[in-house]
């Protein structure tokens, strides 16, 4: 069983930056593809950006391209999401995920899930 925490969400000012961290535990984390995904009150949940297990091939959503970088250190079984220029629009609960298959974009694709992270930004 793959346990994920997430950390690094908070309050922040439009334009700023944060950087997320999704540490696993309990299985083999060079072995999962991971994605960032996350949901808005009274929105589903949207697919923020994915990364394979060896970080050779990154997806990224169309609506934080360019401003949202995820990636990986295998090493201390953590993947990161660094977000810059941030918007009002980017608050919400930012879940990090776990998955078998080589590298996923929907929420479907990850059998393992974090608590959740709450990302504000205040215009």
């Known amino acids: 069983q793959v346990q994920l925490v997430e950390s690094g969400g908070g309050l922040v000012q439009a334009g700023g930056s944060l950087r997320l961290s999704c540490t696993a535990s309990g299985g083999t984390f060079s072995s999962y593809s991971m994605g960032w995904f996350r949901q808005a009150p009274g929105k589903e949940r949207e697919f923020v950006a994915s990364?394979?297990?060896?970080?050779?091939?990154?997806y990224h959503g169309n609506s934080v391209k360019g401003r949202f970088t995820i990636s990986r250190d295998n090493a201390k079984n953590t993947a990161y999401l660094q977000m810059n220029s941030l918007k009002p629009e980017d608050t919400a609960v930012y879940y990090c995920?776990?998955?078998?298959?080589?590298?996923?974009?929907?929420?479907?694709?990850?059998?393992?899930w974090g608590q959740g992270t709450q990302v504000t930004v205040s215009s």
């Open positions: 995920a776990a998955g078998y298959r080589s590298i996923g974009t929907t929420a479907g694709e990850y059998e393992y």
């Open positions: 990364i394979r297990w060896s970080g050779s091939i990154i």
